[in-house]
């Protein structure tokens, strides 16, 4: 029996000792980074695998190659390690727009005329429906008919997403109206046949009711989808090759109330409380705030290796008497500048979309892959955040902040 137990007893320590090496096992792989470095505007390009520095946790990492690249070539390489780069691009341009910009001619024009190379793919996403350029399309069809199509495409879909839109922003100025009415005089507030399906007879607590509710909806239809940005991030990830995204934000505003109104409301209603509610309900409506993770949105499209840039497009409020017209861009700007910044994208910020994208698709051009294998790499699903920068403190270096070591 003795004899029995003791093989039995060696080979549980020899099972536990090997279920612990499995589980602390180490693992090799690569790391592939794109970096572009600037000294003021102009891309600096030469610049040797010494003169970067790399850190993986803020741990100092060996760069094994580093190769120059221009559009679809490598221009030069140097490689303690050899690798593959892949330099087949992709690029996607999304719009969330309310407003049809006719710069975007322009930039379509320079898309097709000056971007575009054979096997690069072209995806867009309009505030209607997504949209993948063919491979055969753009093997047969003329620049000029390819850009025209696409132009269509976003003026039909821009019109389309754009109607109920406008639509909630029609209503929210008649209920505003038929709001600022009430200060006037007492009683119920009609306005006649104009705004009678939206304002006609109903009591100043139905309006500010229905002004909130429309406001919601409002914000439902621009809010920002982060399930849709994270399946996004996950689908580009599995494409190998550079990924730019050009992002067109278009500055929005919301109608509100305006301060000596409200003041008015509240003045006039004293023995009303639940004016005074509704009063007090549209005071914290409109504190809104982001309602996504940045943070998670920022490391997903780090993790996924696209360029994001931001082209934000200025618009002038309207002038509506009653109306406030507040800019309500604020937090999308400062977040979707966080996702430009972790993935080494740009931020550009005009009233030309074309000029704006025409200078975030030639920066896009060129940049330097550096390759490295992280020391004691670990695969536990944790980001990994990663530093790159020259040993001249002078030059801007931009890169995607890091990866999941899934």
């Excluded at 006037?184 to 009678?196: C, D, I, P, R, W």
């Amino acid at each position: 029996m003795k004899k029995f137990i003791f093989p039995l007893a060696l080979l549980l320590l020899s099972f536990c000792l090997f279920s612990q090496i499995e589980k602390h096992e180490v693992l090799v792989t690569n790391v592939v980074v794109p970096v572009r470095v600037f000294e003021g505007e102009r891309f600096v390009d030469h610049l040797t695998i010494e003169d970067f520095e790399l850190f993986e946790n803020y741990e100092h990492q060996k760069i094994e190659a580093l190769y120059l690249i221009r559009k679809t070539n490598i221009e030069r390489e140097e490689a303690l390690k050899r690798f593959n780069p892949a330099l087949t691009r992709h690029f996607y341009l999304i719009f969330q727009i309310t407003d049809y910009n006719p710069k975007f001619a322009e930039a379509s024009g320079h898309l097709f005329n000056q971007v575009l190379l054979p096997g690069d793919t072209l995806t867009i996403m309009t505030p209607m429906d997504t949209y993948a350029l063919s491979k055969k399309a753009l093997e047969t069809k003329s620049k000029e008919r390819l850009s025209s199509e696409l132009l269509s495409i976003l003026r039909k879909d821009t019109k389309m997403g754009a109607a109920n839109y406008r639509s909630l922003m029609n209503d929210l100025r008649r209920l505003v109206r038929s709001i600022s009415a009430s200060t006037q005089g007492a009683g119920t507030v009609n306005l006649g046949f104009e705004s009678e399906s939206i304002t006609g007879g109903f009591d100043l607590e139905t309006l500010l009711q229905r002004y909130q509710e429309t406001l919601l909806k409002m914000e439902q239809l621009r809010l920002v989808d982060e399930t849709k940005f994270i399946r996004f991030a996950a689908q580009v990830k599995k494409q190998t090759g550079p990924k730019n995204v050009y992002f067109f934000y278009q500055r929005e505003f919301r109608p509100e109330i305006t301060s000596d109104i409200l003041t008015k409301l509240t003045s006039l209603n004293q023995d009303k409380p639940e004016i005074i509610g509704e009063v007090q309900n549209l005071f914290q409506l409109y504190r809104r705030s982001v309602s996504f993770d940045v943070n998670k949105i920022t490391t997903a499209f780090a993790d996924s290796s696209l360029s994001f840039n931001l082209i934000f497009m200025h618009k002038e409020p309207e002038n509506v008497s009653g109306i406030r017209m507040r800019e309500q861009s604020e937090d999308m700007f400062s977040a979707f500048s966080q996702v430009a910044k972790a993935t080494g994208g740009i931020i550009d910020s005009s009233q030309n979309p074309s000029y704006a994208f025409k200078n975030a698709a030639a920066i896009s051009e060129s940049y330097y892959l550096l390759y490295y294998s992280p020391k004691n790499y670990i695969k536990d699903g944790k980001f990994k955040t990663i530093t790159v920068r020259t040993k001249n403190l002078d030059y801007k270096v931009t890169h995607r902040k890091g990866y999941y070591s899934n």
